[in-house]
């Protein structure tokens, strides 16, 4: 866990000014500023139209008296898409970009829910359930 920070708040950050240094080197420096706002722009487009969609998807389950657990998860990982975005450089709009993509959204979804069965299988997380 603690390696896990740590590349979360040292790591990433240095790779990150690393690639902004050798593609402004390569391309220069307005090339480079104005692909990193380009990525948040399109980022920020995508991130609300999947919002949007999630949004609607979520008013329907909740009209069907569903509980609209897919939808929530979505949503989670479009804000975490979100927050990758406003993170200034290629790495993390990268990873953004992805979670804003339905079909690799489908698939983390998919390994998140596995590791959740796993951590209540093994007593990690306990499940409560209400009347």
């Known amino acids: 866990m603690l390696f896990r920070l740590f590349a979360a ?6 790779l990150e000014i690393y690639l902004l240094i050798k593609l402004g080197s390569l391309l220069g420096a307005e090339a480079t500023i104005a692909l990193v706002l380009l990525s948040a722009l399109a980022g920020a487009w995508l991130a609300r139209q999947q919002g949007l969609g999630v949004m609607l998807r979520i008013r329907e389950s909740l009209a069907r008296g569903a509980a609209p657990a897919e ?17 200034p450089g290629f790495v993390t709009d990268t990873a953004g970009l992805l979670l804003l993509v339905p079909p690799v959204r489908g698939r983390i979804k998919a390994v998140l829910r ?5 951590w209540v299988r093994r007593g ?8």
């Open 124 to 131: 990690q997380v306990r499940v409560i359930r209400f009347p």
């Open 114 to 118: 596995r590791a959740l069965e796993d």
């Open 71 to 87: 939808e929530m998860v979505d949503a989670l990982l479009i804000l975490v898409a979100g927050v990758l975005l406003l993170t």
């Open 9 to 14: 708040f040292a790591l990433i950050p240095v």
